[in-house]
């Protein structure tokens, strides 16, 4: 695992520190990952909505088939497991 090392503004300083102090994280490396994950979660949700809004302005629907949602349900499985590899 490659070190990075970050500058915080005094405030955000304290912040964290508060967070480690009240035991809701065990060090700032764990409170950091944390972010970066919901982050990439947040991104990820953003995505998909947008991709949902792009579906649905796209034209006429068709009926889904079993084949429609298998491929489907394999799309979301890989995307998941590439996020949760990240």
Do not use: C
């Not at 695992?1 to 480690?20: H, R």
């Amino acid at each position: 695992m490659e070190n990075i090392m970050i500058s915080l503004p005094d405030s955000l300083q304290v912040y964290v520190e508060e967070q480690l102090r009240l035991g809701n994280y065990k060090n700032a490396s764990e409170y950091f990952i944390l972010l970066m994950r919901q982050d990439q979660q947040r991104q990820t949700k953003q995505r998909l909505e947008t991709m949902l809004i792009e579906s649905i302005e796209s034209g006429t629907a068709e009926p889904m088939t079993a084949q429609d949602w298998h491929e489907i349900r394999q799309a979301v499985r890989e995307g998941v497991a590439q996020v949760q590899e990240k």
